[in-house]
């Protein structure tokens, strides 16, 4: 079993940044895959960002070059840091973690970008 909590998410102007941070209950060098996601209103789950335990790293279009994952191995953290923000962006963001056939997902943390 993993746990992770989401935390960072609030409400931010367009243009500005946050940095979203995911705790996880065991090493994260056991979780083959650490995502990120999202899920604006009334629409469905969007894979951002991707670490993998072996240190590679992959993005949505629609965030490259915007967004980046990140993760301290010795904390089992996970971070997302978000820049250039647009309204766009508005969701609530999940954390991910899949572990052989397991999917574990924290209870997400509310992001909102005004105009």
Do not use: H
């Not at 973690?97 to 943390?109: D, I, N």
């Amino acid at each position: 079993q993993v746990q992770l909590v989401e935390s960072g998410g609030g409400l931010v102007q367009a243009g500005g940044s946050l940095r979203l941070s995911c705790a996880a209950s065991v090493s994260i060098l056991s979780i083959d895959f650490m995502r990120w996601y999202r899920q604006p209103p009334g629409n469905q789950r969007e894979l951002l960002a991707t670490s993998t335990k072996k240190g590679s790293s992959g993005y949505a279009d629609s965030v490259k070059g915007r967004f980046t994952i990140s993760r301290d191995n010795d904390t089992n953290m996970v971070y997302l840091q978000m820049n250039s923000l647009k309204p766009e962006d508005s969701a609530v963001y999940y954390c991910n973690a899949r572990k052989k056939r397991y999917s574990y997902w924290g209870q997400g943390t509310q992001v909102t970008v005004s105009s």
